[in-house]
């Protein structure tokens, strides 16, 4: 009826899960995303590693591998008829985990700089890696920390699952904003920006090329997107420099988050345009963060309609102005420095 | 960018939890939706009472109040300019509390048959109240049991909101059933129970009027709808006959999903047709039950699709075979009687 389509896979109800009644990364436990478990994990697609250590060995600061419970079959060809009355076919795709640390760390904030960029430049190349490949029309990158937000495992890792079919939430992003390209000629991300810079009463934080904002009329409490300043519709286009750059924001505003909320269960997901289309004049990429602090409830769920209880000027306020620990990590200059350092 | 409504409500963020840290139902705290505490609550607007007790005190059964902490003004008249790009305007409607026991029960299942009754009657008496207010278009009834679906308070009881906008997945809903109704000159719903009523494997439970079935590609796992047999848009329009059948199913299935899934916390959501639309032969009413045995994810945020762990075929088989106790309660025939000599 809706035109929404359900990824039907049971064989991932068989997943481990290191919350609750199996334990919490407890003393004991083997947790297979950790340095020295690499056997435990599937064959790595790609690394960020120390110079002259192995494949699947010791030595990396961030793995991507294969989900070892993939929602869809990694065999994307044939496939097969799609049905009658209820339309069905075997689902093909890529599902990867990107692994952001060697050590058993959980947040964002846990991450070294050097990590966080690397986690950010693995996103890029995979989704770079993944334009490839034809059958695919869209890469999802994203992140689910604490049992609250859905993670099955919390040594801190993201997930990227690419698509044979456009996503939905996608499909009425496009739509949207290109209808109102075609009505007022501007990206309505551009406006955004530039209406939020102005008033500054969502606005969140800032570097040189990207600004963090709780949006207008958000969804949940202190959600709070990451966007780029000028204009590109394509995360996967965005070089080293500028990522590095974005890494330091990302962790400034995961450190607000933090210490406003309390180390809140969350996700991210990046919003990126679709692998095969060039760039676009009314799609501007944007990287979603939604602190899990309140359930979704029946109204929600019946009426695609949202209450938020926290105003997204009241969040941002709170986020702009909670005092950050004196660390140079968050520093842009001097985390941009020492890490053209460790790349030397 | 999407044409989502957010409803920003910051005076709920003060509503009382009687979940975690507020104790949950321990002896000593006053429930204020427990009979005896009448006074701890907003005036009733619609109740079912025993005979010569009165409004606002003891000897009801169902009650009907405006819940404290409204998401929306209850003050309709002139909701002030929307703005200019960020289109917001004073949000008015109706937001009731239906409490479903004057006895401190928390699940379907604990509600005695007449309770049930009255309860599906009451929703019936309200919508049809709110048709007469020309500014509502839509009656959104729903139930969350369980702080895991974002009840704040355990004591059953269901909410109706009523909204001057049509809400987004209504709408969906109407429009994708119009597109199927001109295609195939036969409303969808009708079509998914003849299939579904041929097939049997997605069959939970059915009465002579009702049915209950896993839909296919359900987003929650043992995700179930309770449908009219015969095709009916308006939930509202059904008598107390038909309701009191409804009811008996309505309990049947939800013991089923208890045993089957160990009481877990649920939603289940009323579409119903619009306030003031016609019978419309495209929309077909259903009640959606939504266990809540997973968490939604960074995945099904992001791409508006969803991860189904369990095939609903696997759901149906596991409800249409659990045992259920020998209860006269479930049996359609014996309590239709028994609610014959209760209501004389």
Redesign the interface.
Known sequence: ??????????N??GRPQDFGAVGSGEPGEVCPFCEGNEGETTSEVLARREPSTSRNGRGWRVRVIPNKYP?LHPDLHDPGPRGG??E?YAGGGVHDVIVESPRHVCRTTELTPQELQDVLECYRERLLDLRRDPRLV?G?V???VG?????SLEHAHS?L?A?P?M????Q??LV??QD?FVTSGQC??C?ILA?DRTAADRLVDETDRFIAICP????FPFETWLLPRAHASHYEDHGAEELAELAVLLRRVMERIDRVLGAPAY?????TAPLHDPPLPHFHWHL?I?PRT??????E????????????E?AAEKLRTVRLPADSQLDVSRSAHKSAQATT
């Open positions: 009826v809706t035109g929404r389509w359900v990824i039907v896979a049971p991932r109800a929602a009355f209820y069905s869209y999802m994203f992140k689910n049992a609250a937000a859905g993670a997930q699952i698509l079919i996503p939905i939430n996608i009425d992003m949207g904003s109102r309505v991300y406006r209406e207008f009329a958000s969804r996700h991210y997901i990046l919003h979603s939604m309140t359930g979704v409830a029946g109204f769920w019946g009426s695609g309609f949202y209450i938020n209880v926290v105003s997204p009241t």
